[in-house]
């Protein structure tokens, strides 16, 4: 049986908060003026650029390309688009400072852009929860890059082997797996649970 982790790394979107709410997502496609299908599309394709430090402006004029929009369009998407990261799961919060309290190590590593950052950051002091954040961002390499598990492995100390790691994203967690990192899956709600089991 394997022993308790020693170090607890938490992905930010979709583990620590929830998905973007569908009416988010509605009104960044009506600001961009195209189908909420085809603007998921356009958002997602080019948002691993992003999360590895492309400036916000050309990461919307990609997502918007071909599309007439307001001259404030961009100003209200950078805004919406950071609003709809903000609906945390606090129950993983909490989880997180259970741990840490109890001695362990704990980090969030998260594929994020510094405009949404910021607002998290002015939001929660998050050296409560964690002893180290990497964002990719503001190391310049993303998930499931294997670079960004090592700054986190380095930065908490802990053996990946001691070291669990959770995300919602399969490739993620493979790529976690391969630098010998223990993983979770994160599914949803029901995962919460199971993520209580294996750290305590």
Request: charged share 30%; proline share 4%; with cysteine.
């Amino acid at each position: 049986m394997l022993l308790s982790p020693r170090a607890l790394i938490l992905d930010f979107g979709e583990v620590l908060t929830r998905a973007q709410p569908r009416g988010s997502v509605e009104r960044m496609a009506a600001l961009a003026g195209t189908p909420v299908d085809d603007f998921i599309a356009r958002y997602w394709r080019h948002r691993r650029d992003y999360d590895g430090g492309l400036d916000v402006n050309l990461y919307w004029q990609r997502v918007l390309e071909g599309l007439a929009g307001a001259d404030d369009t961009v100003a209200r998407l950078i805004e919406e688009d950071a609003v709809s990261w903000g609906d945390f799961r606090e129950e993983v919060w909490d989880i997180a400072a259970g741990f840490r309290a109890r001695g362990g190590r704990t980090a969030m590593l998260s594929n994020g852009v510094r405009e949404i950052m910021s607002r998290i950051r002015a939001a929660r002091p998050l050296d409560t929860w964690f002893d180290a954040v990497i964002v990719s961002s503001e190391v310049g390499c993303s998930k499931p890059d294997p670079a960004i598990y090592q700054i986190c492995i380095d930065r908490l100390g802990v053996p990946p082997a001691e070291s669990l790691f959770v995300d919602d994203r399969i490739e993620n967690i493979e790529a976690a797996a391969a630098v010998g990192l223990r993983t979770l899956l994160f599914t949803g709600d029901a995962t919460v649970s199971e993520l209580r089991q294996l750290i305590e």
